[in-house]
């Protein structure tokens, strides 16, 4: 059974730093595109980016490229989303995510239960 | 970016017939796939370039569609659908989402 368990969440300062984890099991880690994913608590989906099966190229959505980092080890079937300079609008549960290739398109095929953040001072 | 509009939300009977709509600002061909999202837990595979059906979901789901538009069906509706449903794009990135559509029942 696919498995991704997110943790590291929880409540963070303004302009503070956090790492966020996802360990998985069930498939082979180091064959599979990641994603991250976060939910507002308004409900609005946003990606935010993806990681190469090697770790060697990554994605970003535009607006968050430049404070949200992702990273994994294949190794410890691992990946993560080191944010920094959180802002309020940060507030959301993260979604760690399976992309697998499907006839047209990358699909999201398998997701973790979230980690829920809270930007507040 | 790709822009997905759906609508916020469809008040349905049960054993009812029911379509989901998602309109694309741009064509994103067949690139488009459908989520479900139960109260507190994380979204699901339903439908993926438009209209392959995920293995393990029902059959009374389905999904049709290319260019711009495209819909979710589910005939008939049954309890257990009660849920959110977002359209995704992987046409181009960044991925984008609709702002998905709460089924509620009448």
């Known amino acids: 059974e696919v498995q991704l368990v997110e943790s590291g969440g929880g409540l963070v300062q303004p302009g503070a730093s956090l790492k966020l984890s996802c360990v998985a099991s069930?498939?082979?880690?180091?064959?599979?595109?990641m994603s991250w994913v976060r939910q507002t608590p308004g409900k609005t989906m946003e990606w935010i980016g993806d990681?190469?099966?090697?770790?060697?190229?990554?994605n970003y959505a535009p607006s968050l490229k430049n404070r949200f980092t992702i990273s994994r080890d294949n190794a410890k079937s691992t990946l993560y989303l080191q944010m920094s300079n959180v802002r309020s609008e940060d507030t959301a549960t993260y979604y760690c995510i399976r992309c697998i290739l499907r006839i047209t398109g990358w699909v999201m095929d398998a997701w973790g239960q979230g980690a829920s953040v809270t930007v507040s001072s | 970016d790709t822009v997905l509009t759906q609508s916020p939300a469809l008040a349905v009977s049960l054993g009812q017939r029911v379509t989901i709509s998602c309109r694309a600002s741009?064509?994103?061909?067949?690139?488009m796939h459908w989520y479900q999202q139960k109260s507190g837990q994380q979204p699901k595979l339903l439908i993926y370039?438009?209209?392959n059906l995920e293995s393990g979901v029902p059959s009374r789901f389905s999904g049709s569609g290319s260019g711009t538009d495209f819909t979710l069906t589910i005939d008939p509706v049954e309890a257990d659908d009660i849920a959110n449903y977002y359209c995704?794009?992987?046409?181009?990135?960044?991925?984008?989402f609709g702002g998905g559509t709460k089924l509620e029942l009448k």
């Open positions: 995704q794009q992987s046409n181009e990135l960044p991925r984008t």
């Open positions: 990681i190469k099966y090697d770790g060697s190229y990554t």
């Open positions: 370039s438009a209209s």
């Open positions: 741009i064509s994103v061909s067949t690139y």
């Open positions: 069930g498939f082979t880690f180091s064959d599979y595109w």
